[in-house]
């Protein structure tokens, strides 16, 4: 075994591995340091939280110190101090979701699943979180699941929900991709590795996309703005391409609009993330 390898305190193979996916994460950036958060992700996908292994790992491939990979890790909800579950639940209960029933869901599913916040059943498999905002709220109430949106949620709802993960069967997010991966399969993904379900589904629906019916019914433009008959005509290449892109705002086809096109819709086959495909 390397001496790195048994100073970050992962077997020989574990290490190869993770070195080789940093690699190829440090290449995306002109400061190495600058990787740091992708790789965070990383070691989460391989131990399922930010472990002390994790945090030498970083900061031998970095050239930084412990401390300040640490001082990152602390810093992030997203980054995990302690082991996570198979699965994290996230119920918004910011000021819409909440008034909408956020708090009520968040009450029933700890009573439900003897957890409070950012604790995990005795199973391993959920770990429930208050978020303060999913982003999502014209679905309010709101429930994530590793960052999977399941829309306007009830208590019975979300404990069925839980229940079924707990059981290990297959839930469909409301939109976006058509089915939920792990806790560290998602962790991969967050860290810039592609697992094919960019792409799947769709990513808004009729109340996100109202107020872009409404313009386009009514020909509104953005305030200062011209229509795009009414534009100047462009002086130089670059005038035209910025014209161009212009007079395309709020004519691109939506994501709830668009075909499907991934290859597993085109094969039928569910890309395996727990085997580490990379693009």
Not at 113 to 118: A, I, M, P
Not at 133 to 156: G, H, L, R, S
Request: a negative charge; aromatic letters at 6%; hydrophobic letters at 35%.
């Amino acid at each position: 075994m390397t001496l790195e390898a048994r100073r970050s305190g992962y077997d020989e193979a574990t290490y190869a591995r993770l070195a080789q996916d940093t690699a190829a994460i440090v290449a995306r950036y002109p400061e190495k340091r600058s990787a740091l958060l992708p790789m965070l992700h990383l070691v989460q996908s391989q131990d399922g939280y930010v472990s002390r292994d994790g945090i030498a790992f970083c900061a031998e491939q970095l050239g930084i110190t412990a401390a300040e990979v640490s001082a990152v890790a602390t810093f992030y909800t997203q980054y995990k101090r302690h082991p996570n579950g198979t699965y994290t639940v996230g119920v918004c209960t910011n000021t819409l979701c909440a008034i909408m029933g956020g708090d009520e869901i968040f009450e029933e599913l700890s009573e439900h699943l003897g957890v409070g916040h950012d604790e995990t059943t005795e199973d391993g498999a959920i770990t429930l979180e208050r978020v303060e905002c999913n982003a999502a709220c014209d679905y309010a109430p709101v429930v994530m699941v590793n960052w999977e949106f399941f829309d306007n949620q009830t208590p019975a709802g979300a404990t069925q929900l839980a229940d079924r993960l707990r059981a290990g069967e297959d839930v469909a997010p409301t939109r976006g991709a058509a089915s939920v991966c792990t806790f560290k399969q998602m962790s991969r993904v967050l860290a810039g590795f592609s697992d094919g379900r960019a792409d799947e589904g769709v990513g808004a629906g009729g109340p996100t996309l109202a107020g872009l019916r409404l313009a386009r019914e009514h020909d509104w433009t953005a305030p200062g703005g011209a229509a795009p008959e009414q534009a100047d005509e462009p002086t130089t290449d670059a005038g035209a391409a910025a014209a161009d892109g212009a007079s395309a705002v709020g004519q691109e086809q939506s994501s709830a609009e668009r075909t499907t096109t991934t290859p597993a819709d085109a094969t039928g086959e569910t890309p395996d993330a727990s085997k580490g495909k990379q693009p």
